[in-house]
């Protein structure tokens, strides 16, 4: 009797692709952009997902402002579509590898807020980045000669006592009284201050006060009503015409006091200073972004001639479609919502080809 052995046979695995999310083919994208142009870059686990948070919200204004592009009237859009195709990955590559080194998550409150620029030198995007004041905070403790142990910032109402006692000869450390005499009607904003506290050295304990008038004058000079209050031009579509024109105005009760606290804790955070040792190239990176920002600042104050509303850059998140040119550069500005004068569901849903 023969007997005939079989091999057991080996259990196939179907071995499905595995298909990576969208920002994690942007990462990778950033990466071998980086590196062909600037050399071989490793990143941290966490530096990666910080990229991916880059991806979700520098996508979400390009469909912001796509939508806001096609809700204008045909005649009034602007032709370059807000899409992947149409970004300047080269420069984004490199202020994503410099900004997600410093740890600055787009996705949180406050980090960095991302701004589109039409760059008309190759008809592309450009993205520009403005650090938040927590972004700052981030910044100066990464980067920061003699960090404070601790950073306080705050505001001053009429019915509250501040006194200031400055260092001299009898008082060798810097300090203050603060009290809140009515925790639910404060009054109205007189003041601020921000106090640096050394705990293991309180001689170098550093208090800044400002009045009013010195958190008025850090306002930006066409300061966005929403943001700071005031009077702001009042729009209407005209359907004749085919856009919004201006109708006259309205009081706009605006943030004022979150707007005021923001400037001061800027200005605590940029009063420390640099180590120059601790530079590095990602550092000179975001700094040579600051300066290209501020540029854009100054250019924007000829919207003052203008009858619509300029951008307020130090609290951007997003823009609309109003165009600003800036040394080969366009500014996009935020103007007043057009109506929709079409379907928008006829807006592409293509995805970013990584």
Avoid at 80 to 104: G, P, Q, R
Wanted: aromatic fraction near 10%.
């Amino acid at each position: 009797m023969s007997t005939t052995n079989t091999p057991a046979e080996t259990p196939q695995t179907n071995v499905a692709n595995v298909q990576i999310s969208q920002s994690e083919r942007f990462t990778n994208a950033v990466i071998k952009e980086f590196s062909s142009n600037n050399g071989a870059v490793t990143l941290t686990p966490f530096q990666k997902k910080l990229c991916q948070n880059y991806f979700i919200k520098v996508d979400q204004t390009l469909k912001d402002n796509e939508r806001k592009r096609l809700a204008k009237a045909e005649n009034y859009r602007e032709s370059l579509a807000f899409t992947w195709d149409n970004v300047n990955m080269s420069k984004l590559a490199i202020d994503v590898i410099a900004y997600s080194s410093v740890e600055l998550d787009p996705t949180q409150p406050n980090h960095i807020s991302i701004v589109p620029y039409k760059n008309t030198a190759n008809n592309k995007y450009d993205m520009g980045f403005l650090i938040g004041y927590r972004g700052m905070e981030i910044k100066a403790k990464k980067y920061g000669l003699d960090v404070p142990s601790d950073v306080v910032c705050k505001l001053v109402y009429s019915s509250d006592k501040f006194k200031q006692f400055p260092k001299d000869k009898n008082n060798p450390v810097e300090s203050y009284s603060f009290e809140i005499t009515n925790d639910f009607d404060r009054g109205d904003v007189v003041g601020g201050f921000w106090y640096h506290e050394y705990k293991d050295n309180p001689e170098k304990n550093k208090l800044f006060v400002f009045s009013k008038k010195d958190i008025e004058k850090r306002k930006p000079k066409y300061a966005s009503a929403e943001f700071w209050g005031g009077t702001k031009d009042k729009w209407e579509f005209d359907s004749a015409k085919g856009k919004n024109v201006k109708v006259g105005t309205e009081e706009i009760e605006g943030w004022y006091e979150e707007m005021a606290l923001k400037t001061i804790s800027r200005n605590a955070y940029n009063a420390i200073t640099i180590d120059s040792k601790k530079i590095d190239d990602n550092y000179l990176a975001i700094l040579k972004k600051e300066n290209e920002m501020n540029d854009a600042i100054i250019q924007n104050e000829v919207i003052a001639n203008s009858n619509k509303e300029s951008l307020d850059f130090e609290d951007a998140e997003e823009v609309g479609e109003n165009m600003l040119e800036i040394e080969g550069t366009t500014v996009l500005n935020d103007v007043p919502a057009q109506q929709q004068s079409m379907n928008l569901s006829q807006e592409s849903e293509s995805g970013p080809n990584f």
